[in-house]
């Protein structure tokens, strides 16, 4: 893995769930496929409640695209933690505003992020409908 402080180009060829994804990066000596967990956010995994839309709305921005890829940290099981850009817009922003993600509170730094998720639970967005009955999140 390249150093953390470096931005990747990057293709999405896979999404496990709506905060995990797969890349193929472009380093040095040769390509390498990355997990990438998106930083700053949780979002269900695609077994529970809003997990196959938030699974789905990442697959939709994403998926089969180009990535600007801004390595953050390693997580426990390795994965790169990371701010990921796909036509423009940043993926861990884009899934709390459309409903489909939370702000991550034990790891955010972004203001925008709980930012988005207000608006969102405001205007009942996605998950924030689920909130009412109880689906919990960090």
Known sequence: ???LAVLLACLV???T???TL???CESDPEPQTITIRLAEIDAPESHQAFGNRSKRSLSDLCFKKPA???PVTKDRYGRTVARVACDGQDASA???KQGMAWAFTLYLTDPVI???EEAARGAREGLCVAADRKLSHF
Do not use: N, W
């Open 68 to 70: 600007e890829v801004r």
């Open 22 to 24: 797969k890349a193929r």
């Open 94 to 96: 884009y899934q709390v």
């Open 114 to 116: 709980k930012e988005l």
């Open 17 to 19: 769930d709506g905060d």
């Open 13 to 15: 060829i896979g999404v």
């Open 1 to 3: 893995m390249p150093s």
